[in-house]
């Protein structure tokens, strides 16, 4: 008999070096926004968020704690609005508001003003509406924090891609999240590796050099300074020569 389960990595990734600061790993049960109860919240931190984090408790948690916040609105979003200011619609902005929420629950979970942003994309061809509790950044730049999101989505694309898990060697918990926590583990050091000398290969190819040169002892620096990978050369050999030809 196969039975199939799931598990979710909770990410929160610093944008400035796409680099994971805080990794929860839960079954495919717990809902991705009970996560916000078990993050600590930093005074002056943007925490940008999709929708589904959406819970205007727990984001008011965060305000309290002087963090901001930008995630989207959801559709049933009640509010009125108290004040707007004008746009520059060339941008692909179309509002920017201050509102206050005017649901029968979150009206009392979120009692201070909200600013609500509108915006629609030309490239994608679609509307947004960003909610934050900052008031001093450009709307535009709003925007734009929420659009560098994508990162995570990078991120995770990158991790399934060259960091495959294709079997578990455990079904424990403890052994599930051992094997996930050494795959993030490779790919923080590689990111630091990659800063650290400011290099200017891709960290997939990073991580290909690294794994063919593992058991030379040759130097981090030199090996990743080979400028050809792909094919053969004297200087960059990972094989003995058993002919001379």
């Known amino acids: 008999m196969r039975t199939k389960a799931a598990i979710k990595l909770h990410t929160l990734l610093n944008l400035r070096g796409s680099i994971p600061e ?40 965060m305000h309290q704690a002087l963090s901001f916040f930008v995630t989207r609105a959801k559709r049933r979003f009640r509010f009125k609005r108290r004040y707007s200011r004008p ?45 934050t509790n900052n008031f001093t950044l450009a709307a535009l730049t709003v925007a734009q924090l929420y659009k560098a999101r994508w990162r995570v989505e990078l991120f995770f694309k990158w991790i399934k891609q060259h960091l495959r898990i294709k079997a578990f060697y455990g079904t424990s918990p403890n052994a599930v999240k051992t094997q996930v926590w050494i795959a993030v583990a490779v790919y923080v050091l590689v990111a630091i590796l990659k800063k650290q000398f400011d ?30 990978y792909t094919n053969e050369t004297p200087g960059c050999r990972n094989q003995l020569l058993l002919f001379n030809l």
């Open 87 to 131: 746009v520059d619609k060339s941008t692909g902005l179309r509002c920017d508001q201050t509102v206050v929420l005017t649901g029968v629950d979150t009206a009392t979970t979120y009692p201070e003003p909200m600013r609500r942003i509108g915006y629609f994309d030309v490239e994608t061809q679609k509307r947004f509406v960003f909610l």
């Open 199 to 228: 290099l200017d290969q891709s960290l997939y190819t990073i991580l290909q050099i690294l794994s063919v040169t593992l058991f030379e002892k040759t130097p981090i620096l030199q090996a990743l300074s080979c400028n050809d």
């Open 22 to 61: 805080f990794i929860h790993i839960s079954d495919g049960k717990l809902h991705d926004v009970n996560v916000l109860d078990i993050l600590i919240p930093e005074s002056g931190c943007f925490y940008v968020m999709d929708r589904g984090y959406v819970d205007f408790a727990r984001l008011y948690g």
